[in-house]
T-cell receptor, first 110, second 110 residues
Framework: RKEVEQDPGPFNVPEGATVAFNCTYS??????FFWYRQDCRKEPKLLMSVYSSGNEDGRFTAQLNRASQYISLLIRDSKLSDSATYLCVVHSGGYQKVTFGTGTKLQVIP | DADVTQTPRNRITKTGKRIMLECSQT?????MYWYRQDPGLGLRLIYYSFDVKDINKGEISDGYSVSRQAQAKFSLSLESAIPNQTALYFC?????????FGSGTQLSVL
């Protein structure tokens, strides 16, 4: 089993739709979690941290479920500019133990 | 100007050649990393450095070496390039648990 797993997609959604991605992780000792956004052939950029209590940043909501070992990202009112690959990132101890998911591709369609 | 700068942006080379990829940062971060990204795989850590005198192997260091010339500079070398080192390479700096990436170097080994 991979340490961090994501559905690769692509998720094709119309503008204005709500879309959610999940990411599962295998190490129960994982400590912190993030979502990064990566545009095609560009560098990953931090989108948001994921806190146990859940957190929201505008149209984006991230949640953590430690019992089931998954994190989620919800995007409301999708925009064309949201089209990208979303990477789940899990820290499992020390600044070097960082595991990236392979990413979920989102395509927002006019 | 970018905070994390990688050079070159693209490089095509032949099997057996020595290649150096350079990374410099203006963020003042102590931690620096080299990752590679292959289609269908997550980012994988090659080497990391937590300060100028500190160099550590990541999960896929074989065939690579690094040099931390200064806090701001971290270069990656391929001593004798081989085709399966064809990939997109990213340098990153770290602050707390957040990573900040350069724009990447696409390396093709023929």
């Amino acid at each position: 089993r991979k340490e961090v797993e994501q559905d690769p997609g692509p998720f094709n959604v119309p503008e204005g739709a709500t879309v959610a991605f999940n990411c599962t992780y295998s190490n129960s000792a994982s400590q912190s979690f993030f979502w990064y956004r990566q545009d095609c052939r560009k560098e990953p950029k931090l989108l948001m941290s994921v806190y146990s209590s859940g957190n929201e940043d505008g149209r984006f909501t991230a949640q953590l479920n430690r019992a089931s070992q998954y994190i989620s990202l919800l995007i409301r009112d999708s925009k064309l500019s949201d089209s990208a690959t979303y990477l789940c990132v899990v820290h499992s101890g020390g600044y070097q133990k960082v595991t990236f998911g392979t990413g979920t591709k989102l395509q927002v369609i006019p | 100007d970018a905070d994390v700068t990688q050079t070159p942006r693209n490089r095509i080379t032949k099997t057996g050649k020595r290649i150096m990829l350079e990374c410099s940062q203006t963020k003042g971060h102590d931690r620096m990393y080299w990752y590679r990204q292959d289609p269908g795989l997550g980012l994988r850590l090659i080497y990391y450095s937590f300060d100028v005198k500190d160099i550590n192997k990541g999960e896929i260091s074989d065939g690579y070496s690094v040099s931390r010339q200064a806090q701001a500079k971290f270069s990656l070398s391929l001593e004798s390039a081989i085709p399966n080192q064809t990939a997109l390479y990213f340098c990153a700096t770290g602050l707390n648990e957040k990573l900040f990436f350069g724009s990447g170097t696409q390396l093709s080994v023929l």
